[in-house]
């Protein structure tokens, strides 16, 4: 064996282990474009459908996305703010929310943004909390979803509502409500609908089958030469 071929055979096969990575980075891109698209097609489909009262819902996760409507009282004494939120004009602020009693069931509202103090220490001024049962009209969300709207600096990870629950030592349902209006209550700078864009994944695939295609064609031309 001449000593070249040995090294054609390592260059072959670091031209398959290169080809390879390509293609799990492809499929890896492919499976985020398919998911992020069902999740766009869900939050479309669900937006559109007839407001419904929220006792009505059986299905939540089936139902995400979608507006009810339904009556209860807040509880002020458990609220949650939530750290680096920014506006549409780029404003810093914070994202609150209130526990909701409905019906003996308790979960939390998502009144919107609210724009933080003039200094770090300095508590927001958040809109007056009614008293007594209000009828309040919202979007039923998950707390595994999607990052919702352009003011959301960092993204959703992780169950957001048990992180609020162990933070407030509560015990709530599995789902919060983004608020779009009631009477009193309708947020200034509601929580917004994400963006519905499929973005670049499958742009990003093709490009990692076009580096795979390359790498082949390279070791062709070495092998050739």
């Known amino acids: 064996m001449s000593s070249k071929e040995p090294k054609a055979f390592l260059k072959s096969l670091v031209a398959l282990i ?19 698209h069902a999740k766009n097609f869900k939050i479309d489909a669900n937006t559109s ?3 419904i009262s ?46 909701f009693n409905s019906d003996g069931k308790k979960f939390w509202v998502d009144r919107g943004w ?24 919202g979007r039923i969300r998950m707390g595994t979803s999607l990052p919702r709207g352009s003011f959301f600096a960092l993204p959703a990870t992780g169950d957001l509502i ?3 629950n ?7 349902e599995s789902f919060y409500i983004d608020l779009i209006s009631g009477e009193g209550v309708t947020p200034n700078t509601p929580a917004e609908l994400p963006e519905l864009s499929d973005g670049p994944h499958m742009a990003y695939a093709l490009q990692w089958l076009f580096f795979a295609g390359l790498i082949f064609y390279g070791r062709i031309l070495i092998r050739r030469r």
Not at 18 to 36: D, H, P
Not at 84 to 92: C, I, L, T, V
């Open 18 to 36: 290169l080809i390879a990575l390509c293609l799990i980075a492809a499929n890896w891109q492919y499976q985020r474009g398919v998911t992020r």
């Open 49 to 51: 459908l007839p407001v």
């Open 54 to 99: 929220l006792s009505e819902v059986k299905d939540l996760d089936g139902n995400e996305w979608r507006t009810v409507k339904f009556t209860g009282v807040f509880e002020k004494a458990h609220e949650v703010l939530l750290r680096n939120r920014y506006n549409a004009d780029g404003k810093y602020g914070y994202e609150y929310l209130t526990l």
């Open 114 to 137: 609210v724009q933080a103090g003039e200094k770090a220490s300095d508590r927001p001024k958040t809109p007056p909390t009614p008293i007594g049962a209000i009828e309040l009209t």
């Open 162 to 164: 048990s992180s609020w």
């Open 166 to 172: 162990l933070k407030s030592k509560v015990k709530t």
